[in-house]
């Protein structure tokens, strides 16, 4: 039988008709997702013959105004070709990832099949914010709270989870709840006069994100107390316990401990054990932002790091970092699952129906603070269900393991310094040889600034920049992709003396 579809043309002028059905037209649908396909192949495959650069630096004008200039598509341009150039501008005008010598940020090149997967949710629109709007986003979030969850060692019916746009919105969220649970009614009542200050205890290497949590919850900046860190970077627990007991004579109401797992600058791992006894001790919310670091429960060699995050009254974890797929992908958990309501004390009765009640406890909506959010997770499903979750292992000890092996290399060096030993895949170091022994830190940290930007621009290798705690600048490795090999981090630190090397000359002419 064939579809009459005499009367859609009514409302319409034919032309318009004509154009709306093409834009929907399932063989063209397909035609495009083979040529893409092809063109993903090709791309992968130049990349991984480490052909091109690695960033594709312009700078932001020449970009956006290739970008206007895209945007002129003609009537009657040839789809199946234009779409094929424009996939192309995308490839040539953007970052390659999965160019092993990315070796940049805490965002991975991310296992490809993840983007197809989610490709699949995006392209048929899967969203979520009630469970029957996207059941089966609905289920297979689900499914990976409590695997992730019990991977991390809470128990099974005791826990809540669920997943949002990225690590800053995850921390927000988590610390929303906990300021609404220990100040009880906050949420209702605003922060009247009369009422205690609060405080947010945080670890001195803390993510932005954190503090500016502070700002959003009303508790503000400058009511963050941020606790020192040992010779490792880490949060010194001593410290910990004399900030909780001062602030406890002078009944301060604290909104959360914050602790990391593992802070950002160089991967520093909190003792999360011994600061979930002190918050024990002192009867106070305990957070950890392991937004990098959740990912080692999948491994067995590196769990150990983050042993007594299951102790946390909140956590994040990002999947869209360690977890290797793409961006955004973040994990909210409670341990105590009666505070998953706890963060928005609120009804939507349009959207949560009271003739189907037992529905609520599968709306996400009423966890997060997107309403529509986009079926984040099937990524992450799909190549857990593809692989086995021991991907994720395997992916924490190649990557983890290379660190050490790039550690090794600059610790053999005599031109270089290590300002820390990893715990991770986060690698701080300087190019420091002899001919600059009589500069000071600061021009030293200057020299490895240039030496970065010199490097990304050519997109010969991308690599980030940090400061010491003291200030000075730095040169930051973070090894987020899996095809990354030694040869190449040798390669790397052989680019460094060489801009370096010509930068020091140029300096001393
Ligand atoms: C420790 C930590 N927390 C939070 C964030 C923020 O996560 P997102 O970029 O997903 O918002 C980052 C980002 O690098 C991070 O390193």
């Not at 709306?20 to 997702?33: I, K, N, Q």
């Not at 009657?76 to 990315?102: C, I, M, T, W």
């Not at 940020?105 to 996207?134: K, R, W």
């Not at 020299?447 to 010199?454: A, E, K």
Request: charged share 20%; proline share 4%.
């Amino acid at each position: 039988m064939s579809a009459d579809h005499s009367n859609v043309d009514s409302v319409s002028p034919q032309s318009v008709t004509d154009r709306v059905r093409s834009y929907f037209d399932p063989a063209t649908v397909g035609s495009l997702a083979v040529r893409l396909g092809e063109l993903l192949q090709n791309h992968f495959e130049k990349l991984s013959r480490r052909e091109g650069p690695v960033l594709n630096w312009n700078l932001p004008e020449s970009n956006i105004a290739a970008a206007v200039e895209s945007l002129k598509s003609e009537r009657g341009d040839d789809v199946p070709q234009r779409f094929e150039q424009l996939v192309q501008l995308a490839f040539s005008k953007g970052h390659n990832l999965h160019h092993p010598r990315y070796v940049g940020h805490q965002v991975p090149a991310s296992v490809p099949a993840a983007g197809l997967f989610d490709a699949v949710a995006s392209v048929t629109n899967q969203v979520m914010a009630i469970y029957e709007m996207g059941p089966w986003a609905t289920a297979v979030e689900r499914a990976l709270v409590n695997m992730w969850a019990t991977q991390i060692g809470l128990k099974p019916g005791t826990f809540a989870g669920f997943v949002t746009n990225g690590g800053s919105l995850a921390n927000l969220t988590a610390l929303l709840t906990a300021r609404n649970v220990v100040l009880g009614d906050v949420w209702e009542s605003g922060f009247g006069a009369g009422r205690p200050q609060p405080v947010l205890v945080v670890q001195s290497d803390a993510h932005y994100c954190v503090a500016r949590s502070a700002g959003i919850l009303g508790i503000g900046t400058e009511n963050i107390r941020r606790v020192p860190l040992d010779e490792r970077r880490r949060m010194d627990v001593g410290a910990l316990r004399e900030i909780l007991e001062e602030l406890k004579q002078s009944q301060t109401p604290v909104v959360a401990v914050v602790a990391a797992a593992c802070a950002t600058p160089i991967g520093a791992f909190d003792p999360l054990d011994e600061i979930a006894d002190v918050c024990e001790e002192f009867g106070v919310w305990m957070h950890v932002d392991a937004a990098h670091g959740g990912a080692t429960a999948f491994s067995d060699q590196h769990r150990h790091l983050i042993s007594g995050l299951e102790r946390a009254d909140s956590f994040i974890c990002d999947a869209h970092k360690t977890l290797f797929v793409p961006a955004l992908c973040a994990f909210v958990f409670y341990r105590n699952r009666e505070h998953r309501f706890e963060t928005f004390r609120q009804e939507a009765s349009y959207l949560f129906d009271p003739s189907a009640p037992g529905m609520a406890e599968y709306d996400g909506g009423l966890l997060t603070i997107e309403c529509t959010k986009h079926a984040a997770t099937y990524g992450m499903w799909g190549i857990t269900a593809l692989y086995g979750k021991e991907l994720f292992g395997d992916l924490i000890d190649h990557t983890f393991a290379l660190t050490r092996r790039l550690y090794q290399l600059l610790s053999e060096a005599d031109d270089f310094v290590t300002l820390h030993e990893p715990q991770c895949n986060i690698q701080v170091f300087r190019y420091q040889p002899a001919a600059v022994a009589n500069w000071s830190a600061e021009q030293v940290g200057n020299l490895n600034r240039q030496i970065r930007r010199t490097i990304i621009e050519s997109g010969e290798f991308y690599l980030v920049q940090t400061t010491d705690a003291n200030g000075a600048g730095a040169l930051r490795v973070c090894l987020m992709n899996p095809m990354t090999e030694e040869g190449d981090l040798r390669h790397l630190l052989d680019h460094i003396r060489k801009v370096g090397t010509s930068l020091i000359n140029n300096a001393s002419m």
